[in-house]
């Protein structure tokens, strides 16, 4: 519990680190990207989120829609959101890399080995193709919870469902960044986030909060890749120290 928690306090912490001088020129495409796509995120819900729990909501369950109407929108709330961060980070991944690298210079004084050495468009390609695989773990996952949500009865855990798989894969997403600088492949991210569960968990759940809230959530993204990399180093640092 104490790992999750310091997790958390890793993602609240990303906001320190986007105003720090040589970071800021690389705040600016992640938040618009995020701007222009949270902002067509929350027109779509304030037209068609009633619609949709409609559909969901069985008419034999009506009675009880004082109760499982919220569960719904829950529902609802986190797939929209987590879609469209999906998109995001597919856009502004080599930046996002860029990012990455110029908070670790700042954290540790040096930017990452792998990284320095290589072009401006192998960071871009590298980038793309980690964000197709990283989709595709994703959409391995993603099949069965959309075929839990529209259950009768069974939905009714769909949001819990969903905020764990959410949790999990916005950990996997911005550690990403920061461990893909490394040299480090998609699999070995998930190896790494599994080896520190608890704390990449706790960093997730700060994600996911920080795109739920209106206005806050279209600075999500680079606080989310400034708080992975913060979170890295240090568990990186700490695992090289002598015991």
Same mark, same amino acid.
């Given at each position: 519990?104490?790992?999750?928690?310091?997790?958390?306090?890793?993602?609240?912490?990303?906001?320190?680190?986007?105003?720090?001088?040589?970071?800021?020129?690389?705040?600016?495409?992640?938040?618009?990207?995020?701007?222009?796509?949270?902002?067509?995120?929350?027109?779509?819900?304030?037209?068609?989120?009633?619609?949709?729990?409609?559909?969901?909501?069985?008419?034999?369950?009506?009675?009880?829609?004082?109760?499982?109407? !919220? #569960?719904?929108? +829950? $529902? =609802?709330?986190?797939? @929209?959101?987590?879609?469209?961060?999906?998109?995001?980070?597919?856009? %502004? *991944?080599?930046?996002?890399?860029?990012?990455?690298?110029?908070?670790?210079?700042?954290?540790?004084?040096?930017?990452?080995?792998?990284?320095?050495?290589?072009?401006?468009?192998?960071?871009?390609?590298?980038?793309?193709?980690?964000?197709?695989?990283?989709?595709?773990?994703?959409?391995?996952?993603?099949? !069965? #919870?959309?075929? +839990? $949500? =529209?259950?009768?009865? @069974?939905?009714?855990?769909?949001?819990?469902?969903?905020?764990?798989? %959410? *949790?999990?894969?916005?950990?996997?997403?911005?550690?990403?960044?920061?461990?893909?600088?490394?040299?480090?492949?998609?699999?070995?991210?998930?190896?790494?986030?599994?080896?520190?569960?608890?704390?990449?968990?706790?960093?997730?759940?700060?994600?996911?909060?920080?795109?739920?809230?209106?206005?806050?959530?279209? #600075?999500?993204?680079?606080?989310?890749?400034?708080?992975?990399?913060?979170?890295?180093?240090?568990?990186?640092?700490?695992?090289? *120290?002598?015991?």
């Amino acid at each position: 519990m104490f790992s999750y928690i310091k997790g958390l306090l890793d993602c609240f912490g990303g906001f320190t680190l986007i105003f720090k001088s040589g970071v800021k020129r690389y705040v600016l495409v992640p938040l618009a990207v995020n701007t222009v796509l949270f902002g067509g995120a929350i027109v779509l819900l304030r037209e068609q989120m009633q619609g949709w729990i409609e559909q969901l909501l069985p008419e034999w369950l009506s009675w009880l829609q004082w109760l499982i109407w !919220p #569960l719904f929108a +829950l $529902t =609802v709330l986190l797939l @929209v959101f987590y879609s469209f961060s999906l998109l995001a980070n597919l856009i %502004a *991944a080599p930046f996002n890399s860029l990012l990455a690298a110029s908070v670790e210079k700042i954290l540790t004084g040096s930017k990452p080995e792998d990284f320095s050495s290589e072009a401006l468009w192998k960071i871009a390609v590298r980038s793309f193709a980690s964000e197709l695989r990283k989709m595709l773990y994703f959409v391995k996952w993603l099949i !069965p #919870l959309l075929i +839990l $949500t =529209v259950i009768p009865v @069974v939905n009714v855990i769909a949001p819990f469902a969903w905020f764990v798989f %959410a *949790a999990w894969s916005f950990s996997l997403e911005y550690m990403d960044y920061p461990l893909g600088n490394r040299g480090m492949l998609f699999e070995d991210i998930r190896d790494y986030n599994r080896h520190n569960r608890m704390r990449s968990l706790g960093l997730g759940t700060g994600v996911f909060l920080l795109t739920s809230i209106p206005v806050i959530n279209f #600075l999500a993204m680079p606080v989310a890749v400034c708080a992975a990399t913060r979170l890295t180093t240090r568990t990186i640092d700490n695992a090289k *120290a002598p015991r």
